[in-house]
């Protein structure tokens, strides 16, 4: 069965330093992997996805995240918070799309980020 | 191009009642997923339907039902409500299963 970890539930940065939120995941077959953001009383808005090739994979609004098979971790990272990045987000896995599969995501608990001026 | 639509935005039901969320997929979608989301909680996925049948089932009892119609737009039907049924339903459609797209949601208060 594939599952999502989250580490950290809250995480706090000044505007302008590193955003780095954690995922590490655990699936049977090779994942797809993706970052959602959620702002207050809105639905999610895919910040990025790996599917297959390139790791390092870049999203909107400045994140990125790397795919790393042997640690089984797709962190999100941003070079430098901007108020706006204060949101809830959430880290999904699922299974690649195929005859068999939904492709349904499994969802981490979600880490909400504050960003302090 | 007309995005994820999902109505009422709110809902306030008594425990026992039945309730009916309604889902409008993106152009060119066949497939739509429903997920519920508990207060502080990731979404949980509920079931799936792909070109009007049922694709797939996550771990929710039988009172949670739903369709598709012919033009992919979608329903989840929730019978005999339940307190802990109060949660944000999120209704996210794709094509052919693919990359899904989130609508806003309908939050969802069961007293």
């Known amino acids: 069965a594939q599952s999502v970890t989250q580490l950290g539930s809250h995480v706090s940065v000044s505007e302008g330093a590193l955003v780095l939120l954690r995922c590490n995941y655990s699936?049977?077959?090779?994942?797809?992997l993706f970052w959602y953001v959620q702002y207050p009383n809105q639905g999610l808005q895919l910040l990025l996805k790996?599917?297959?090739?390139?790791?390092l994979v870049k999203g909107i609004n400045g994140f990125e995240a790397e795919f790393k098979k042997s640690e089984t971790s797709f962190h999100l990272t941003k070079p430098s918070a901007h108020m706006s990045d204060a949101a809830e987000y959430f880290c999904a896995v699922s299974d690649p799309i195929g005859s068999s599969n939904t492709g349904k995501l499994i969802f981490g608990q979600g880490t909400t980020l504050q960003v302090k001026p | 191009e007309t995005g994820v639509t999902q109505s009422p935005t709110h809902l306030i039901k008594t425990r026992g009642q039945q309730v009916t969320l309604r889902c409008s997929s993106q152009s060119g979608h066949n497939t739509v997923s429903w997920y519920q989301q508990a207060l502080g909680q990731g979404p949980q996925f509920i079931f799936q339907y792909y070109r009007e049948e049922e694709n797939g089932r996550g771990n929710f009892p039988p009172r949670f039902s739903g369709l598709q119609f012919p033009n992919y737009s979608s329903e989840l039907n929730v019978n005999a409500l339940e307190l802990d049924d109060s949660a944000l339903y999120l209704c996210?459609?794709?094509?052919?299963?693919?990359?899904?797209?989130f609508g806003p949601g309908t939050r969802l208060t069961v007293t």
């Open positions: 790996y599917t297959t090739g390139a790791t």
């Open positions: 996210a459609s794709s094509r052919d299963r693919g990359e899904q797209y």
């Open positions: 699936s049977s077959v090779p994942p797809y």
